[in-house]
């Protein structure tokens, strides 16, 4: 899959007001952005179908964020991290 900015991204998945760059370089330095984000050379590169998690939800249920409120199909990638958080046994 194509990799975008951080912005770029940030634009397709806020379109009335995306965060700002530090706010976006701050979630993929803690690792708020799944896929995590890669760093190159100045700016970070991201998969265009990456999603937020929300640090206080990290241990709930994977759900996709929709900052819109629409609700549609979920991505390829989330419902293969479900089906591998299903598999594993936590202690």
């Not at 397709?12 to 701050?26: A, S």
């Not at 249920?61 to 409120?69: C, D, F, R, S």
Request: aromatic fraction near 8%.
């Amino acid at each position: 899959m194509a990799q975008v900015t951080l912005t770029t991204w940030a634009a397709t998945c806020y379109p009335d007001k995306p965060p700002t760059v530090g706010t976006l370089r701050r979630w993929a330095r803690n690792g708020n952005i799944y896929p995590p984000p890669e760093l190159h050379g100045r700016e970070y590169r991201v998969e265009a179908d990456a999603f937020y998690i929300k640090p206080n939800k990290c241990s709930m249920k994977l759900e996709q964020h929709h900052p819109n409120g629409r609700i549609g199909k979920k991505s390829p990638l989330l419902e293969r991290l479900i089906n591998e958080s299903e598999k594993k046994v936590r202690c």
